[in-house]
DNA sequence: TACGAATGTACGCTATCACGTACGCGCCCC
DNA sequence: GGGGCGCGTACGTGATAGCGTACATTCGTA
């Protein structure tokens, strides 16, 4: 999931206007009340709840004191937090063979790991050795046996691994897990993205 | 017209400058990169970076929408919440309280996120709500019920979660996992780190 | 009805925010 | 050594944020 893309609409964060109107109303002050309290001039109050000006920083965090809130809180507020529940089995599914995967995180702006939820049939494989997983320089990966058993290879090394087992490399390097055993294994990865951007 | 108490000070808010240089250098982007993704100029980000200037909101978001963060979270390095220290010893707690967890990942250098297993005794919730998880700003994570029901309490938002369920959230901000249910839950935890500070 | 006191808003003016351009600097490579 | 190319920063200019003042409106009260 290699995010580029610019994340979120820096517009609508320009709307605290109402949000300082509601505060204000709820705390039973006028705008000349709130301008002694913020030092944040009457006039400027009112531009600033009807949306017709952005604040600086500066003024911007002086209402949110005079309203005894953090700027953060208030601007939390217009920006609702992020969270998304993915229910069971509904994550988007791929793979074919016997390597069929799950991938539980969503597509955010900002996401940096990715998890997902392999189920590997008796004798398949994750990518193969023709078509090993190519993931950005810096990545790093950490896998959790859930069932079953499991091989990891990385370029020559072989690393048996059992349920409950946990694994974490260098996920830039070629590698790929195969199931050797005779029941289905399932395997939770995280991968995490690297730091650098191009 | 009740309240009374003068809250902070909203002058030391103005200093994101050094934190808006720190993330775009963990993030490896010059002025005119961050510029290109924020839709901000670069001479403009330079005056910001060194407190020459106290930007707009809009344009605070623009830059912050650039650095992958919301504006809150970028926000939050600089005010109180300075306090991005983890809850003291809740590292030892194993088997106590009903809450244990394992922690999977090793402290590798590079390493951006950590894997974790909760289980949650009946009754039992993760952190409580006194004593919030605070991660650093920009983290991420992501839970999935192993088995059991848990609600995850997030600020004032409250979501139900069942066995199989997967849900993202951002893990700055206040929350915690609850176990209503009569068994035990368990709980797989991925918290992935934001932007580095040097 | 008239009046004082409160509200929120329209008007100018100044400070400064935010832009495009241009400069000095360090680096790599013909 | 002289180009190029990237970096961060100093200019000058137009836009606008933010102030003080003055205005329209709605109340409660005489």
């Known amino acids: 999931m290699s995010v580029a893309a610019p994340p979120q609409d820096p517009v609508a964060i320009t709307s605290i206007g109402p949000r300082v109107r509601a505060l204000r109303d709820a705390m039973d002050l006028s705008l000349r009340d709130l301008a002694e309290r913020s030092g944040v001039s009457a006039p400027m109050l ?17 209402i949110a004191a005079g309203l005894e809130l953090r700027l953060s809180q208030l601007l939390r507020l217009d920006e609702g937090g992020t969270v998304t529940v993915v229910r069971a089995g509904e994550g988007r599914r791929h793979g074919a ?84 055993g005779k029941e289905e294994a399932v395997l939770l990865a995280v991968l995490s993205a690297g730091l650098r951007r191009s």
């Not at 600033?48 to 002086?62: C, D, H």
């Not at 702006?109 to 998890?115: A, D, Y």
């Not at 996920?171 to 199931?179: C, G, I, Q, R, S």
């Open 97 to 180: 063979g016997g390597h069929a995967y799950e991938i539980l995180t969503p597509p955010l702006p900002g996401q940096r790991s990715e998890l997902t939820r392999h189920t590997l049939a008796p004798g398949a494989s994750t990518g193969g050795p023709d078509d090993p997983p190519r993931h950005e320089p810096g990545a790093r990966e950490t896998a959790l046996v859930e069932a079953g058993t499991l091989v990891l290879r990385i370029d020559a090394e072989r690393h048996e691994l059992y349920a409950g087992d946990c694994v974490t490399f260098d996920a830039d390097l070629p590698h790929h897990f195969e199931n050797p």
């Open 46 to 62: 009112s531009q600033v709840e009807r949306g017709e000006t952005s604040p600086t920083l500066a003024v911007a965090a002086r």
